[in-house]
């Protein structure tokens, strides 16, 4: 079975210091992955993606997520929080089976709130 | 550029109340469509999807249910909300060119009263 596993689901920082968000999943195929922001009573923003080009993938407002397929992980990382960076975030896992998309077949993490104090 | 709409933003209803939230996607054609509810504490919840017109899948059995009467709009609606219909509803869309990225709209709160 595939799962998204996020492995804290709070996680305080002080501003300027660096974030680490952990993702770990399972799959038994190679997945595509993806880290989505969520502001409060806001949508989902696509932060960044993995589909089997560079493992190091770089997203939007600093943030870079390295995929390690020996670790089964992508952990979300930026090197200096900012206090807009306050959001929850997503791991999303879509199973590479799934590909052409005729599926509502993604695997959502639980989600990691990120606070950032001054 | 495509876009998704999604509306109303927020929506207090009575028990027993019909629902009706709509979402409409531009710039885009054929897209996959998704309704997720996300309760308090909790992550996201498919709860339909449609690769089409008049295609509609159910991932969870309830009350609620959903309606594509156009390729690039998606409803989702109850006859008689319950109080634990509550919670924050997103639609989002997807097509395949895209790498599969699935796109969110801004999201719509339901309070059921």
């Known amino acids: 079975a595939q799962s998204v596993t996020q492995l804290d689901s709070h996680v305080s920082v002080s501003e300027g210091t660096p974030v680490l968000l952990r993702c770990n999943y399972s799959?038994?195929?190679?997945?595509?992955l993806f880290w989505y922001v969520q502001h409060p009573n806001k949508g989902l923003q696509l932060l960044l993606k993995?589909?089997?080009?560079?493992?190091l993938v770089k997203g939007i407002n600093g943030f870079e997520a390295e995929f390690k397929k020996s670790e089964t992980s992508f952990h979300l990382t930026k090197p200096s929080a900012h206090m807009s960076d306050a959001a929850e975030y997503f791991c999303?896992?879509?199973?590479?089976?799934?590909?052409?998309?005729?599926?509502?077949?993604?695997?959502f993490g639980k989600g990691t709130k990120l606070s950032v104090k001054p | 550029s495509q876009t998704i709409h999604q509306w109303p933003a927020t929506l207090v209803q009575p028990v027993g109340s019909p629902l009706s939230l709509e979402c409409t996607v531009e710039?885009?054609?054929?897209?996959?469509l998704y309704w997720y509810r996300q309760a308090a504490g909790r992550g996201l919840q498919l709860l339909f999807y449609s690769v089409g017109i008049g295609q509609i899948s159910s991932e969870v059995p309830q009350n609620l249910s959903a309606s594509r009467p156009q390729d690039r709009q998606f409803i989702l609606s109850s006859k008689k909300l319950l109080l634990s219909d509550s919670g924050f509803y997103l639609c989002a869309w997807m097509y395949g060119s895209s790498g599969n990225t699935i796109y969110f709209g801004e999201g719509s709160w339901l309070t059921v009263v």
């Open positions: 999303v896992v879509i199973p590479i089976f799934t590909y052409g998309g005729s599926q509502g077949n993604l695997i």
């Open positions: 993995y589909t089997s080009a560079a493992t």
């Open positions: 710039g885009t054609s054929n897209p996959n």
């Open positions: 799959s038994s195929y190679s997945p595509s």
